[in-house]
Nanobody, 118 residues
Framework: QVQLVESGGGLVQPGGSLTLSCKAS????????MGWYRQAPGKQRELVAA???????KYGDSVKGRFTVSRDNAKRTIYLQMNDLKPEDTAKYYC????????????WGEGTQVTVSS
């Protein structure tokens, strides 16, 4: 059974930074992609960033140049460094596990709230 646990959310002012973490446990694929998605109230869940175990990554258009995804395979953990945060980045951020970069996997964490407000 796969478990994904996110941490690091919180309240930050516009222009500030925050780092999220997601740790995976259980039986995961040797080839895998871990990613971040977010969902704001009244909006659909959208891709933020994802990264494969071989360190290939992709980003949603709205965060390119501001967010950086990374991972530590030994720790089964991915990170999301978020810089220059904007009020529109306010959402619940979810960790996802898939097999390939093109996929959205069936495994989700419970999410961590990020609120950008002055």
């Amino acid at each position: 059974q796969v478990q994904l646990v996110e941490s690091g959310g919180g309240l930050v002012q516009p222009g500030g930074s925050l780092t999220l973490s997601c740790k995976a446990s259980g039986s995961i694929f040797s080839t895998n992609t871990m990613g971040w998605y977010r969902q704001a109230p009244g909006k659909q869940r959208e891709l933020v960033a994802a990264i494969t175990n071989m360190f290939t990554s992709k980003y949603g258009d709205s965060v390119k140049g501001r967010f950086t995804v990374s991972r530590d395979n030994a720790k089964r953990t991915i990170y999301l460094q978020m810089n220059d945060l904007k009020p529109e980045d306010t959402a619940k951020y979810y960790c996802n596990l898939a097999k390939f970069l093109r996929d959205v996997g069936p495994y989700w964490g419970e999410g961590t709230q990020v609120t950008v407000s002055s």
